[in-house]
């Protein structure tokens, strides 16, 4: 059972283009959850999301972010229009219900 | 929303040395957990309690639910446990299966 996938590892995007970053859960897992680590600062809630569900966003930007877990297929977030201040290392972790959560290496953007 | 604050940020120690690392949380939780995130690298789960002590190898995690504060333990501590470990609860009173708020994280250094 491999661990949380997520890819890619590291991305690089020209300011005003659209990153995209995968996440596959752990397998089983129904729960997946996206933060976001800007540098020097700590780890923070973007997003909670079950199959085809938004369950909680509250921690997303209201404009250019965006987040999905279709029924196939991994969890994607996509950030449209990156700016330089999107530049941060992106963690998504998955859990069963109610136990302990999972996290991938994380996708470490840069945005140029 | 739950607030969780972290003691001490920096912590540089002699190998050998008992290590304790506190965490205090402001509203009643189902679960806390400790991560560990090395340099560059990924997000770790150490562990996951809920009430009294969990014990995994050197490393000990306590928690008071009265007094809302979980402390982690290294014992005989290495080099190789240099690392940010990071306390974090459910965001919501009671939310078990919520994203996770996050305290600021202690660097710990373990010299040779």
């Known amino acids: 059972n491999a661990g949380v996938m997520q890819n890619p590892r590291h991305l690089v995007r020209r300011r005003g283009q659209e990153a995209r970053l995968r996440c596959s859960p752990m397998?089983?897992?129904?729960?997946v959850y996206w933060y976001r680590q800007l540098p020097e600062e700590g780890l923070k809630f973007m997003v909670y999301?079950?199959?085809?569900?938004?369950?909680?966003e509250s921690g997303m930007p209201k404009e250019r972010f965006s987040a999905e877990f279709p029924k196939e297929g991994p969890s994607i977030l996509r950030i449209q229009q990156v700016v330089r201040g999107d530049s941060a290392a992106y963690f998504c972790?998955?859990?069963?219900?109610?136990?302990?959560?999972?996290f991938g290496q994380g996708t470490r953007l840069t945005v140029v | 929303k739950n607030e969780v604050e972290q003691s001490p940020q920096n912590l540089t120690a002699q190998e050998e040395e008992f290590i304790t690392i506190n965490c205090s949380y402001s509203?009643?939780?189902?679960?806390l957990h400790w991560l560990q995130q090395h340099p560059g690298g990924g997000i770790v789960s150490l562990f996951m309690?809920?009430?009294g002590k969990k014990k995994h190898g050197r490393l000990i995690a306590t928690i008071n639910i009265q007094e809302k504060h979980s402390s982690l333990h290294i014992t005989a501590s290495h080099p190789r446990d240099s690392a940010v470990y990071i306390c974090?609860?459910?965001?919501?009173?009671?939310?078990?299966?919520?994203?996770?708020?996050f305290g600021k994280g202690t660097h710990l250094i373990i010299q040779p």
């Open positions: 309690l809920s009430s």
């Open positions: 972790a998955s859990s069963p219900p109610m136990e302990r959560a999972f």
């Open positions: 509203v009643g939780i189902s679960a």
């Open positions: 397998k089983g897992h129904s729960h």
């Open positions: 999301l079950q199959k085809e569900n938004i369950i909680d």
């Open positions: 974090a609860v459910p965001m919501y009173s009671g939310g078990g299966a919520d994203g996770l708020t």
